[in-house]
């Protein structure tokens, strides 16, 4: 039962470009919701969040993207770097049950130069 | 004010072996949680504590794991009697509070078992 999901398991683009990772759920209950980024043998990194009363959230060269009635959100990166490289996980709370997160299986972004 | 510590880094271990798998938090830490993540997979959560206590296990496989943060020392998952299935990435991350949207990540071990 995957109630987050990333369904391209990799994305290729350009230096320059734009990235846009995408992640859908299933659970209702969730309203906080995550993206962190990883390097092979590294832990996880936060990279941005949104609550659910947003639609929106930016830092930076990240903008996180909300839809609740589609349950859906996005991360797009302008512009993309090759420092960005990396694979790209969506991670979801609730707050009945803040301590723990739920992931996705990731997207492994390469920027290419 | 050094991250989060897990070790070892790397663990190697035959079938039917036990793993012990550490974690020092963030200094002023006292909230715990470990991941797994097996080969292909995303990162899944199995049990948060609390320094002497476990506070929701409910990710934890029922047989065979095991974990706990005592008052002293670093927190402990504990995997007896390993088996193939249990080679994964384990990751353990910390928060000052009981959130874990707040919570900093460690490096992880990568166990493999042989």
């Known amino acids: 039962d995957q109630q987050v999901k990333q369904n391209s398991p990799s994305l290729s683009v350009q230096e320059g470009r734009i990235s846009i990772l995408n992640c859908d759920y299933t659970?209702?209950?969730?309203?906080?919701f995550l993206w962190y980024k990883k390097y092979p043998a590294e832990g996880p990194t936060f990279l941005i969040s949104?609550?659910?009363?947003?639609d929106k959230n930016e830092d930076g060269r990240f903008t996180v993207f909300l839809n609740k009635s589609a349950k859906h959100l996005s991360l797009h990166i302008v512009p993309s770097q090759p420092g960005d490289s990396a694979v790209y996980f969506c991670?979801?709370?609730?707050?009945?049950?803040?301590?723990?997160?739920?992931f996705g299986t990731g997207t492994r972004l390469q920027v290419t130069l | 004010n050094a991250g989060v510590m897990q070790n070892p880094r790397h663990l190697v271990r035959r079938r039917g072996q036990e793993a012990r798998l550490r974690c020092s938090p963030m200094?002023?830490?006292?909230?715990v949680y470990w991941y797994r993540q097996l080969p292909e997979e995303g990162l899944k959560f199995m049990v948060y504590?609390?320094?002497?206590?476990?506070?929701?296990e409910s990710g934890m496989p029922k047989e065979r794991f095991s974990a706990e943060f005592p008052k002293e020392g670093p927190s402990i998952l504990r995997i007896q009697q390993v088996v193939r299935g249990d080679s994964a990435a384990y990751f353990c991350?910390?928060?000052?509070?009981?959130?874990?949207?707040?919570?900093?990540f460690g490096q992880g071990t990568r166990l493999t078992v042989v």
């Open positions: 949104i609550s659910s009363i947003k």
């Open positions: 200094k002023g830490h006292s909230h």
């Open positions: 991670a979801a709370s609730d707050t009945g049950t803040a301590s723990k997160l739920t």
């Open positions: 504590l609390q320094k002497e206590n476990i506070i929701d």
């Open positions: 659970n209702s209950m969730f309203d906080y």
């Open positions: 991350a910390s928060s000052s509070t009981g959130r874990g949207t707040e919570a900093f």
